[in-house]
C-alpha cells in the first residue's frame, strides 16, 4: 500500500481517497493483490466519453485532466475498461494518474514499473 499512500501525498493528502491508484485483495494474503492504475491507453476510451473536452490525451499514453471543463458527469469512470479511474466525491471531478511514477519509486516489491 506504500505506493497508494506515496501518490496520495502527492496532492498533499495522506488518506487513500485522493490516490490515483488502488491495491486490492484478489481472495486473501494467499491469492494475491491486484494493482488497479492507468495503462496509459493508445486510444483512451475515458477522453473518448467525455461531453466537455475536459481529458486531453498525452503524448506518451493516457490522459490530463482539465478541472475547470469537467462538469461532474463521470462518463470517464464508466468508459474506463480496467476501472482505473478514480473518483474524489469532494471535488466531485476523476482523479487521473498522471504517470510521474512516484508510486513506482515506492513499491518496495517493484511490482510496479514506470516505463516511458
Same mark, same amino acid.
Given at each position: 500500500m506504500s505506493c497508494v499512500f506515496a501518490c496520495a501525498r502527492r496532492f498533499g493528502d495522506s488518506g487513500v481517497a485522493k490516490a &490515483?491508484?488502488?491495491?486490492?485483495?484478489?481472495?486473501g494474503v494467499e491469492r494475491g493483490f491486484k494493482v488497479i492504475v492507468c495503462r496509459a491507453c493508445e486510444d483512451p476510451p475515458c477522453a473518448a466519453a467525455c461531453p466537455t473536452g475536459a481529458l486531453a490525451k498525452r503524448?506518451?499514453?493516457?490522459v490530463l485532466l482539465n478541472p475547470s471543463k469537467c462538469?461532474?458527469?463521470g462518463n470517464c469512470v464508466d468508459a474506463c475498461p480496467i476501472g482505473a479511474v478514480m473518483w474524489d466525491e469532494e471535488a466531485n471531478k476523476p482523479i487521473i494518474c498522471v504517470h510521474c511514477?512516484?508510486? &513506482?519509486?515506492?513499491?518496495?516489491y517493484d511490482v510496479i514499473k514506470l516505463v516511458r
Open positions: &490515483a491508484i488502488r491495491v486490492s485483495s484478489v481472495g503524448k506518451d499514453g493516457g462538469i461532474g458527469c511514477g512516484i508510486c &513506482a519509486s515506492y513499491c518496495p
